[in-house]
Nanobody, 116 residues
């Protein structure tokens, strides 16, 4: 089955940038949609960004204009480019994907901490 391994989290100051990466153990053509979620303790997991196989992207309102989701089919990876980071962006971020049978796959999570 598909496995996802994410990386790129860390601590940055407000206004800084990070790029999260998600490595996929399958060709990206096997995936219907790729997503990034985030979650803090006691909070619901929130969908931040998604990109479909035909490159249609959607974003949660609070990150529009600051985050970009992208994919690299040759490297079998997809990314979340985050700029102008705010303390409110602090969370554990998870990559996620669904295959063409809508079976979900999850990364292990990576911590993003934004200091004021």
């Amino acid at each position: 089955q598909v496995q996802l391994v994410e990386s790129g989290g860390g601590s940055v100051q407000a206004g800084g940038s990070l790029r999260l990466s998600c490595a996929v153990t399958a060709t990206l053509s096997s995936l219907k949609i790729m997503n990034w979620y985030r979650q803090n303790p006691g909070q619901q997991r929130e969908l931040v960004a998604s990109i479909s196989r035909d490159a249609l992207a959607n974003y949660e309102d609070s990150v529009k204009g600051r985050f970009i989701i992208a994919r690299d089919d040759l490297k079998k990876m997809f990314y979340l480019h985050m700029t102008s980071l705010k303390p409110e962006d602090t969370a554990v971020y998870y990559c996620n994907a669904q295959d063409w049978f809508s079976r979900p796959y999850w990364g292990q999570g990576t911590q993003v901490t934004v200091s004021s």
